[in-house]
T-cell receptor, first 111, second 116 residues
Framework: GENVEQHPSTLSVQEGDSAVIKCTYSDSASNYFPWYKQELGKRPQLIIDIRSNVGEKKDQRIAVTLNKTAKHFSLHITETQPEDSAVYFC??????????FGGGTRLMVKP | SAVISQKPSRDICQRGTSLTIQCQVD?????MFWYRQQPGQSLTLIATANQGSEATYESGFVIDKFPISRPNLTFSTLTVSNMSPEDSSIYLCSLNTRGLRFDEQFFGPGTRLTVL
């Protein structure tokens, strides 16, 4: 089955700096890659996603890139703000119509 | 997106008892899923709740421990049976609103279960 690795597990940045979280996946048939943000005590919220027919997608300060050949995708947050502090999960959607999640990254943005 | 509610939001239960968690959606959805999130961990899929048929369980999860019902396209239940402290987790229902493959999944607010 699918295996998704996520790095780093924790990331601390200064407000205004950029943050990058990277994920790799194993199943070459996976073709949908969402990113979720989970604040403390809250449900995971979908923040951006990318499908395998594109290499990059951007939404304001958030961007995601996908390299299907290398089977990795990344989340980029620019101009980080304290409210970006949360746990971020990447996921890969495989042919079995299921999401497999990475282990999560705890992002801390210091004011 | 659909409005998803779960009941109860949290519970504290005794070892050996069972708890049934309800997930209600305000519109008909094709696919509903149940996830477990252990403290400080990622999300693990328990099963896909199939309307009108038996749920499809992932490796490591069995029907006797986690029976699931899905009587219609807006409602599902997950029961955690014969609980032990290791079952202490957040349980989340999730759904795919458009009924398409490879589409967005949205999560309910979760049920925080503590087993003593």
């Amino acid at each position: 089955g699918e295996n998704v690795e996520q790095h780093p597990s924790t990331l601390s940045v200064q407000e205004g700096d950029s943050a990058v979280i990277k994920c790799t996946y194993s199943d070459s048939a996976s073709n949908y890659f969402p990113w979720y943000k989970q604040e403390l005590g809250k449900r995971p919220q979908l923040i951006i996603d990318i499908r395998s027919n594109v290499g990059e997608k951007k939404d304001q300060r958030i961007a995601v890139t996908l390299n299907k050949t290398a089977k990795h995708f990344s989340l980029h947050i620019t101009e980080t703000q304290p409210e970006d502090s949360a746990v971020y999960f990447c996921a890969a959607h495989n042919a079995g119509n299921m999401l497999t999640f990475g282990g999560g990254t705890r992002l801390m943005v210091k004011p | 997106s659909a409005v998803i509610s779960q009941k109860p939001s949290r519970d504290i239960c005794q070892r050996g008892t069972s708890l049934t968690i309800q997930c209600q959606v305000d519109s008909q959805v094709t696919m509903m899923f149940w996830y477990r999130q252990q403290p400080g961990q990622s999300l693990t899929l328990i099963a896909t709740a199939n309307q009108g048929s038996e749920a499809t369980y992932e490796s490591g999860f069995v029907i006797d421990k986690f029976p699931i019902s899905r009587p219609n396209l807006t409602f599902s239940t997950l029961t955690v049976s014969n609980m032990s402290p290791e079952d202490s987790s957040i349980y989340l229902c999730s759904l795919n609103t458009r009924g398409l493959r490879f589409d967005e999944q949205f999560f309910g607010p979760g049920t925080r279960l503590t087993v003593l």
